[in-house]
């Protein structure tokens, strides 16, 4: 589970880390990631929209996600803020889809941002296999 100082909670944080981070879509998500301002702990957002499905069905994909987010702070537990926004078809992916898009996204966003390639790069088209 996340803690809370790993959590995204302004708004103006998800705006800051989706406008100047690094993109990298797949089939169920696009994920966004940011250097977090002077090394603080590696922060989350998720954005999960009505598009995704009824309460029960959003709250199953950001719990996944959430799960998916805490594997990745062992590997990278500061000077990141990350947003994952879930897509409609994640309503449909199985845990296993999900975890294999969320962890390809999150390790191209990472690159890309070491790399310090602009956000909008080639490849970040839904379903891209990079």
Same mark, same amino acid.
């Given at each position: 589970?996340?803690?809370?100082?790993?959590?995204?909670?302004?708004?103006?944080? !998800?705006? =800051? =880390? #989706?406008?100047?981070?690094?993109?990298? @879509?797949?089939?169920?998500? #696009?994920?966004?990631?940011?250097?977090?301002?002077?090394?603080?702990?590696?922060? !989350?957002?998720?954005?999960?929209?009505?598009? #995704?499905?009824?309460?029960?069905?959003?709250?199953?994909?950001?719990?996944?996600?959430?799960? !998916?987010?805490?594997?990745?702070?062992? /590997?990278?537990?500061?000077?990141?803020?990350?947003?994952?926004?879930?897509?409609?078809?994640?309503?449909?992916?199985?845990?296993?889809?999900? @975890?294999?898009?969320?962890?390809?996204?999150?390790?191209?966003?990472?690159?890309?941002?070491?790399?310090?390639?602009?956000?909008?790069?080639?490849?970040?088209?839904? @379903?891209? /296999?990079?």
């Amino acid at each position: 589970m996340l803690s809370g100082r790993n959590r995204m909670r302004s708004s103006a944080d !998800f705006s =800051t =880390t #989706v406008r100047s981070g690094a993109r990298s @879509g797949r089939r169920n998500l #696009v994920l966004y990631a940011a250097p977090a301002p002077e090394q603080r702990p590696t922060a !989350f957002g998720f954005i999960v929209s009505k598009a #995704v499905g009824n309460a029960v069905t959003r709250n199953l994909v950001k719990r996944r996600l959430r799960e !998916f987010a805490a594997l990745s702070l062992k /590997d990278h537990p500061e000077g990141l803020c990350v947003v994952v926004r879930a897509l409609p078809a994640a309503a449909e992916a199985d845990f296993a889809g999900l @975890g294999r898009d969320y962890r390809k996204a999150f390790s191209v966003a990472v690159a890309r941002l070491r790399q310090g390639g602009p956000a909008g790069t080639a490849g970040t088209e839904k @379903g891209s /296999d990079e």
